[in-house]
């Protein structure tokens, strides 16, 4: 699920592939579960805006920095189910295969069945166009688990927060393995910057020695040109992003 961004709303009209209505299952068929999520959306959101600000103090910026780029947030919400099979990784049976995020962070709720972890040294090239394939190689210092810790989340840093932090803070790499032979259950809460924002570094993230590393990027360009390198199907377009783009 997302933002509710139905017809007539400027992120709909601009950017279709990415804001839209959410399809919720009939009350009778599940009764309050749109209610219930919406509430848990809606804590994660107001959750992902404190970290933010957390975020800013840490790099010696005001509290707000972020807010004008999150003002109409690209959010997404998953409820993911994970079966019962063993992972091979070897072989490339995982329950979810190497990958970083794209946006800003992942807020992560766990179940008590362990299986993410995250690679003991980045995993992804300076530009962050590493390809999908080859990802697990990539991660040649092993994996770490992630221990689920009742009443924590565990929270990603992503693509997004690399730029704007010129790497200081990294976007870590990730998978899911099954080494239990259990089904296992996570709910992943993605916090991305608008559509229209122009991801760049910060102003206290870079210096004469420490130049930005990133060129400057339109997210939902970079989000869209994500989904077309990692969806076989996806055939979309990125709205008005590539004419403001080259403003």
Known sequence: MGR???????????WPDLHGNNAW???????GFR????VYFQEMWE?????????AISLH????TFKDKFSSPTLTMALNHYSAELSCPGAGILGCGAHTDYGQMTILLLDSVPGLQIAQ???VTDDMEFPVQGAEQACDRGWLDVPAMEGAFVVNTGDMMQRFTNGKYLSNMHRVVNFTG??????????????ECMVECLQTCYGPDNPPRYSPTMYG???????????EQYEGTTGKDADKAKK
């Open 4 to 14: 509710e961004c139905g017809p007539g709303t400027v992120e709909a009209t601009d």
């Open 25 to 31: 299952p009939g009350e009778l068929a599940c009764p």
């Open 35 to 38: 209610d219930t999520q919406l």
């Open 47 to 55: 959750l992902a805006r404190r970290l933010n600000d957390l975020v």
């Open 61 to 64: 910026l005001p509290k707000d």
């Open 121 to 123: 040294e980045k995993g």
């Open 182 to 195: 259990q089904e296992r259950y996570s709910i992943a809460f993605f916090y991305e910057p608008n559509a």
């Open 221 to 231: 360009t970079y989000l869209c040109e994500k989904y077309k390198a990692t969806g």
